[in-house]
């Protein structure tokens, strides 16, 4: 901080003879004016157009959080006052800084107590609350960095040399989407220590790119290529009777003048190459910025031990990356904090933070502001130790429990974030980040019809005028694609896919989607029966590569000829392309012997000819060969060609006598000939793969069709229909039972003929069968409750005779239930004679409201009138 100091008075030196020279210059001008004639009309019009012509930019203010953009009234009690513990924390608090600006009074103040939404003081500490969100997403640091930095605006200080008057709380930040700096850091504190980490929020300096999340000079990590371990491969020792190479006669000084001819090129190239990085460096260059060291941030600190973290780390909340504790980005700190207390750093930051140790159990480094359970005990000297005896002991511990004070419950409420927020990650679900030659842009799953999630654009020059590559990342594409890959120099595009796709496609390089040009397709070889991995195209070649077959197919080359038919449309289906020469090449089968195992078959079509190579024994230097002349079976006479010895030239390691004769030759030939009739078909085919896979792939580009989970209610249109339609259904079914429940009737207008118009005798017939019907019931359901009545007073009797007639012999235990049975029996009696007298006053009543209904009835009241 000292240092700190110094640099700022230099400036104010530095400024106060700024303006005395400027004093000085403003001075000569006036000397000079009144040397100078007075200002005509034209001159004063000429200037006043001049001025006109100047167009003065404000700068937008960005949208920050104020008090009336929500209403202050709907937020928790917690919110709008403080507790007594909390009050108690904010005197504690008081006493601490007075303290420490009387001991250090050349640091600044320390940033404890801002005011919240509701203009309430809050302890910084209680304002982070710790919370476990339900998204594995969220469970580690890298994901939950980057999340908090996608999903919240960055709003800077408002002054970008002190820590801003407000903290507000982190569920308002994610409610409005953006914050400063420490809105950041409260936000991403909570969320690592509800995942475990040991986080602290760090009240700090830094450099002007990372207060301002200026990223215009670093590189995209998603530019950055990870290093390719080269293996060394293992040099084979020599044979002891391995063949000499040839004498080398070449002149060694020619070779020697060559050799300075190509150093001296290398070292011209590299200066070149030096002055050019030079150049580069120097435009890249950052201007000095007059604030260095001054300008207030905060970040994250996440400490070693906890959740196996190896190494403390500090995370920069703007942009969700982590950096080490020495970067030059981090320039010092005032103090940090976590949940439980506050520490203030006691040491010198002239380097940075590359010198400072993050131990906070050490009171000489970090000066904690609460004793609580959570402090380090420090060592006692041996010395100390033996002068202490166990009063002082005692007194010290009783001391320390006077002293401590626990940190009150945050007054924060939970965090929430709902899976449709979360889903959204960023601000209207786009966002977008300028990088050194590259812009990143991310938009929300299903917020474009195609899928599209990410796009980095990358370009050659720094103003990211020329376009070199765009790369696009795809999301519930039910093509199955995931990448694609622009490159605009080479016209080269790349498709990957994800497994699923129709056609097995994992990757498509192409620079036109037209048939017969220069095209590459790599294919999953275990969801094809084929097991074809990956086939490259040009107009004039097709080849093949296959894995896992039976008949150990592993590569196929086939060469075309120009087209005899000139057709408006050519394609493999109407005017497929001459086959010139086939070349297929085979693995090894063990179950043959190597002299029968073909390695490669050669069909040259043109020529009528048909080369094969047999694989070679482990012990042989040489591979056995063998050559057919492929002539028609009948000759223009029509006569039958017999197979002749010079029909099959031959080279044989071994020579066997059953392969020289001409039988064995014979139906070699015709095996090859039908052979190749497969070749040539399953060629044709390819071809005709390859159209459908292009016209498959228009179809998906024009369509782009996404994949809607069946858990995705929101989204999935089918499920959705079919839902309304079933509640529909339910509700007609509801409303269908509560009316037929209520129509009395319903039993009486079935049993007129359907379709006759009620006339007032069938009126009236139907009301006095109502009538009649439900006056049964009533005296049945009467009857019932006297059936019972009588048949539980008959019981009740026939059991207090029998007790009478059995009194003197029963036991204790019968005489026990007895007496539970009489007094459950005479329950049952009583409630059903209140039923019975209920029903006898309750049933006049019920049949001339029934007989109300019915003249009030819109089916009966026409007919009913003259009788009312």
Not at 525 to 532: F, I, S, Y
Not at 628 to 653: A, H
């Amino acid at each position: 901080m000292e240092v700190l100091k110094e640099k700022v008075e230099e400036e104010e030196e530095a400024e106060r003879e700024e303006a005395a020279e400027r004093g000085e210059k403003v001075m000569r001008p006036v000397e000079m004016r009144r040397e100078e004639p007075p200002m005509t009309q034209e001159m004063l019009r000429d200037l006043e157009k001049k001025l006109s012509e100047i167009e003065i930019v404000i700068p937008e203010q960005p949208s920050i959080i104020t008090r009336d953009t929500f209403d202050i009234s709907k937020l928790p009690l917690s919110y709008q006052s403080n507790t007594l513990k909390e009050e108690h924390l904010l005197q504690v608090a008081d006493n601490f800084a007075r303290q420490y600006s009387h001991l250090c009074p050349d640091r600044v103040p320390l940033f404890l107590h801002p005011l919240n939404e509701c203009g309430v003081p809050k302890f910084v500490s209680t304002t982070i609350r710790p919370t476990l969100m339900p998204y594995p997403e969220l469970y580690n640091w890298d994901s939950c960095a980057q999340f908090v930095s996608d999903f919240l605006s960055m709003v800077p200080l408002p002054d970008p040399l002190q820590p801003p008057s407000y903290l507000y709380s982190s569920t308002t930040v994610l409610k409005h989407q953006k914050g400063n700096c420490f809105d950041f850091s409260t936000l991403l504190c909570s969320l690592l220590l509800g995942a475990g980490y040991d986080a602290y929020c760090i009240n700090g300096y830094g450099s002007r790119d990372l207060c301002q999340m200026d990223l215009t000079r670093d590189v995209c990590p998603l530019t950055m290529k990870h290093k390719e371990v080269v293996q060394e491969e293992e040099k084979v020792p020599p044979k002891k009777y391995a063949i000499k190479p040839p004498r080398d006669l070449s002149s060694r000084f020619e070779q020697e003048q060559e050799m300075k001819k190509q150093q001296e090129s290398k070292v011209e190239e590299e200066k070149r190459r030096k002055e050019e990085e030079q150049r580069l460096l120097e435009v890249e260059k950052a201007k000095i910025d007059p604030l260095h060291g001054l300008r207030v941030h905060a970040w994250v600190l996440v400490l070693s031990g906890k959740r196996e973290v190896p190494e403390s780390f500090f995370i920069d909340p703007f942009t969700g990356r982590s950096y080490s504790t020495q970067h030059d980005h981090f320039l010092g700190i005032e103090s940090l904090w976590n949940h439980k207390n506050y520490w203030v750093n006691m040491q010198d930051c002239w380097n940075g933070c590359k010198d400072l140790v993050f131990d906070l159990g050490d009171p000489v480094r970090w000066e904690y502001l609460l004793l609580g359970t959570d402090k380090a005990h420090l060592s006692v000297a041996e010395d100390e130790e033996d002068g202490m005896n166990d009063e002082d002991v005692e007194n010290l511990g009783k001391e320390d429990e006077d002293k401590s004070f626990d940190m009150p419950s945050s007054w924060v409420e939970k965090i929430e974030i709902s899976p449709e927020v979360f889903e959204t990650r960023c601000p209207n679900g786009k966002k977008v980040i300028q990088y050194k030659r590259a812009k990143l842009e991310k938009w929300a799953p299903y917020l474009n019809s195609n899928g599209l999630v990410c796009r980095l654009t990358t370009y050659e020059d720094l103003e990211c005028t020329k376009t070199l590559e765009i790369k696009e990342w795809y999301q519930n594409r039910e093509d199955m694609l995931e990448l694609k890959h622009i490159n605009k120099s080479t016209g080269l595009n790349i498709d990957y896919f994800k497994p699923g796709h129709p056609q097995a496609l994992r990757v498509h390089s192409y620079k036109s989607m037209q048939p017969e040009m220069d095209r590459v397709m790599e294919f999953y070889e275990t969801a094809r029966v084929d097991g074809l991995i990956k086939r490259e195209e040009t107009p004039k070649t097709m080849t093949e590569y296959y894995q896992g077959r039976t008949d150990f197919l592993s590569y196929r080359h086939v060469d075309f000829g120009e087209r005899v038919k000139k057709l408006a449309l050519n394609s493999a289906e109407s005017n497929p392309r001459p086959m010139v020469k086939i070349t297929e090449r085979f693995s090894r089968n063990p179950e043959k012997p190597a002299d029968e195992d073909v390695a490669e078959r050669v069909f040259l079509i043109l020529e009528e000819r048909i080369r094969l190579r047999y694989h070679c024994w482990d012990d042989r230097i040489t591979a056995s060969k063998r050559e057919f002349l492929r002539r028609t079976e009948v000759d223009s006479k029509g006569n039958e060609i017999i197979m002749t010895p010079d029909m099959c030239i031959s080279f044989e390691v071994e020579p066997m006598e059953h392969t020289k004769k001409l039988l064995y030759q014979y139906e070699a030939m015709m095996k090859l000939k039908n052979e190749e009739k497969l070749s040539r078909h399953q060629a044709w085919e390819s071809e005709l793969e390859v159209l459908e896979i292009l016209k498959l792939r228009e179809e998906e580009e024009e369509v782009h069709t996404l994949t809607i989970s069946i858990y995705d209610a929101k989204r999935n249109e089918k499920s959705k229909e079919y839902r309304e339609a079933m509640e529909r259904v339910m509700h007609e079914e509801h409303l269908r039972q509560v009316e037929a429940q209520l129509d009395y009737l319903a039993p009486f207008l079935a049993q007129l003929p359907p379709g006759e118009k009620l006339t007032r005798w069938q009126a009236m017939r139907v009301k006095d069968e109502c009538l009649s019907d439900f006056k049964q019931r009533l005296i049945d359901k009467a009857n019932l409750i006297q059936a019972r009545f009588e048949k539980e007073t008959q019981e009740l009797q026939k059991k207090q005779q029998w007790y009478q007639e059995n009194q003197v012999t029963l036991t204790a235990e019968v005489e026990d239930w007895y007496l539970s049975y009489c007094s459950q029996a005479m329950f049952r009696i009583r409630i059903l004679e209140q039923r019975l007298n209920r029903h006898k006053e309750l049933a006049p009543l019920k049949y001339l409201a029934l007989e109300e209904k019915l003249h009030k009835d819109p089916r009966l009241v026409e007919f009913l009138k003259v009788f009312v």
